[in-house]
């Protein structure tokens, strides 16, 4: 049985194991149900997320002219210190940015692979941790808008990462820590525009995912290069496939790619 579609993120629903759901055209698959079964990806072309051209995809799922001008792909995704949008000033279309950037953010802690500190808007909780590959999170401030958790993040991030040590995770060469008690130190360093915004009580959430077998020395797939490729699927955590081989392929970072997926 083969599917095709453009690659975007999986969907997940955070249950006892996370759900993944990968769309394909006209259809879901529920990649937990591959589990231990053998799957051949191939690269069939491009397709833009925003133009939907079959044009070399240059970041985030977009071609190169599209990322320099999409909304959806403006500086302050990454950087949420820098959204304008509480200020009444655009950046690429105001109207997106307000209804984005204008809404409760959640500055949190998560242990994926050590510690970090990262932002989400409230309604992509867990999915944010769970595309992270975080085995447990716990919330810290609650803010009106993304400028407040970007300026909050930027101060916590002097004293934990902002970043995932995908590697490491992938491996789940991993240990438990406590948030909540983190969490409480980082408190007094959080700006003063944010502190009344800091989530008192708050539990950590953990989060299993489906993996039978962890990568021993984990190797990237480059689909691009190799144009296809064959293996037993073991396992799903973050945006990344697991194979029995040690072959890791991140659907994130391939979104825009159109691919058949063939199961044997």
């Known amino acids: 049985m083969t599917y095709q579609g453009a690659l975007k993120k999986m969907l997940t629903v955070n249950e006892e194991i996370v759900q993944y759901y990968l769309e394909m055209e006209g259809d879901f698959l529920n990649m937990n149900q591959l589990l231990d079964r053998e799957i051949e990806i191939s690269f ?64 949190y802690l998560a242990n994926s692979s050590d ?28 803010v009106p808008n993304r400028y407040l958790a970007g300026v909050t993040e930027v101060a916590l991030k002097k004293f934990v990462s902002d970043k995932t040590n995908w590697r490491k995770m992938l491996s789940n060469d991993i240990v438990d820590v406590d948030l909540i008690a983190v969490k409480e130190k980082l408190a007094q360093y959080i700006p003063e525009e944010a502190k009344d915004y800091y989530l008192k009580n708050i ?3 953990q989060i299993n995912f489906p993996v039978n077998q962890y990568p021993k ?7 691009i290069k190799s144009q296809s490729y064959s293996g037993i699927l073991k396992g799903i955590k973050g945006q990344y496939f697991i194979f029995e081989d040690n072959t890791v392929f991140n659907v994130r970072s391939n979104e825009g790619l159109v691919v058949s997926i063939g199961i044997k």
């Open 115 to 142: 510690v970090k500190v990262g932002v989400t808007r409230k309604t992509q909780v867990p999915t944010r941790w769970i595309d992270q590959g975080a085995h447990e999170a716990v919330e810290v401030v609650e």
């Open 44 to 107: 069939v072309k491009y397709e833009c997320m925003s133009c939907h051209l079959d044009k070399q995809i240059y970041r985030q799922g977009f071609c190169k002219k599209c990322f320099f001008e999409t909304p959806t792909a403006g500086d302050w995704i990454m950087k949420p210190e820098l959204s304008t949008a509480h200020l009444g000033i655009e950046d690429r279309n105001l109207d997106y940015e307000k209804a984005v950037q204008l809404k409760p953010h959640i500055v």
């Open 217 to 223: 020395k984990v190797k990237s797939l480059n689909l």
């Open 203 to 205: 539990e950590e959430t």
